[in-house]
């Protein structure tokens, strides 16, 4: 029996005369469907990055002030606050939709922002010696909204290959993976563009790609990156200062030596002096100033959340039999997942500066909303009956034994 939410199994029964559910009743069945273990996590996860916020804000505040304006310390968190209750709200309306409706969303949704990139050269605005940024009326990273819809339009191809074994997936996945990353790097944006190949990766390797061609992939990814590093120039700059070792003035040290002056307990909320030196701490280091205002304990317990919200996923994906829907979270997972451990690996220096947040820790707008866009989506497809039980052996048990037929 395919586990699927009540309502989705509700539509393929045949029509009966009644009443229609009541907007309370369609509540009740979303409510008993949700995976509430991770809802809380994520919940968790919310508070905390309001606590960090409101501990980096004053260093944020203090840079941005000047002589004649002189910024509210508390000014991050109240506008991250603002963004919040919007990323909220999104994600609550995404976790209702159906995975058919989420599919259909998350594959106008990639069009629309693959259709805002191009535009991004063109008339986007320049930010810290990047263009990134589109204002129409209001300004967004286009980038940041095209990852939730990116993961499940690739699951969404990829999971072609059950209807027809002989249809070009990869060619089409690895197709889009490129016009992607060719936008990105026009703007540029290094770190995105790694971030969006890891996911491609993770959802080919899932999708049954031979030993040759993941020995081919890996190949790729090396002579890529070698390319990147020859010719082109902003690569080349960082990867250099990390194997460097940085200097005094060096954003990824001074992440470093933040993260680390606060021992294991932390100097205290709002005592911290190091982070005042930071040129992004509400956002890309936020990390290093929890670790210097709470301590690196306090650090472990992110890590450790973080590592909670993607096992509870898999663990969700691996009873799966949908295999888009196996596709589809895996795919989430590894972009929120991968978006988080290379931030925290950047604040460590093991790994070049990317400009990239920590999602629903780092300050944001565009950011903080496409990831509650990216985990609402997240519990519509982790969604499932409570009461239906499966009869069958699971996906992985059923593609084995179609290979074995074959």
């Known amino acids: 029996m395919n586990i699927a939410p009540a309502t989705a199994i509700a539509s393929d029964l045949p029509v009966r005369s009644g009443p229609r559910l009541t907007q309370r009743a369609r509540l009740k069945i979303w409510w008993r469907e949700l995976d509430h273990v991770l809802l809380g ?16 804000s004053p260093a944020g505040a203090d840079r941005l002030s000047s002589d004649t304006v002189t910024l509210d310390p508390l000014h991050f968190l109240w506008l991250h606050l603002r963004w919040l209750a919007v990323g909220i709200a999104a994600m609550l309306g995404l976790s209702m939709l159906s995975r058919e409706s989420a599919r259909r969303f998350a594959i106008l949704l990639s069009l629309g922002m693959v259709a805002a990139l191009i535009l991004v050269p063109l008339i986007g605005t320049e930010v810290n010696g990047a263009r990134r940024w589109l204002n129409l009326g209001f300004s967004f990273q286009p980038s940041e909204f095209l990852k939730p819809g990116f993961a499940i339009t690739l699951a969404w ?43 491609w990766f993770v959802l080919v390797l899932l999708g049954g790609v031979s030993a040759r061609q993941i020995a081919g992939l890996i190949a790729a990814g090396i002579g890529l990156l070698a390319t ?52 992004e701490a509400q956002t890309d280091y936020i990390f290093s100033v929890v670790g210097e205002e709470f301590g690196l304990i306090a650090c472990a317990g992110i890590v ?88 069958t052996a699971g996906l992985r048990n059923m593609l084995f034994d179609k290979e074995k037929d074959r």
């Open 41 to 56: 996590l994520i919940v968790l996860l919310m508070a905390v990055g309001c606590a960090a916020i409101a501990a980096a």
């Open 228 to 279: 990147a590093y020859m010719f082109y120039g902003n690569a080349r700059n960082r990867i250099d200062s990390f194997f460097s070792g940085g200097t005094d003035y060096d954003q990824v040290d001074l992440a470093q030596r933040t993260l680390l002056a606060g021992g294991w307990d932390g100097v205290g909320f709002w005592v911290g002096r190091a982070k005042f030196r930071l040129p």
């Open 157 to 199: 191809i990829m999971s072609w290959k059950l209807k027809d074994p002989n249809m070009p997936v990869f060619g089409l996945v690895t197709g889009a993976l490129a016009l992607v990353v060719g936008l990105l790097m026009a703007q540029p944006n290094l770190g995105d563009a790694i971030l969006f190949t890891g996911v």
């Open 304 to 391: 450790l959340l973080f590592c909670a919200i993607v096992l509870r996923v898999l663990m969700r994906a691996a009873s799966e039999e949908n295999f888009f829907a196996l596709l589809a979270a895996s795919g989430l997972i590894a972009q929120l997942g991968g978006q988080a451990f290379i931030n925290i690996l950047v604040n460590l220096s093991l790994f070049p500066s990317k400009g990239m947040t920590l999602p629903l820790v780092s300050y944001g707008g565009s950011s903080t909303i496409a990831i509650c866009c990216g985990f609402g989506l997240l519990l519509a497809l982790t969604r499932r009956n409570p009461f239906l039980t499966r009869e």
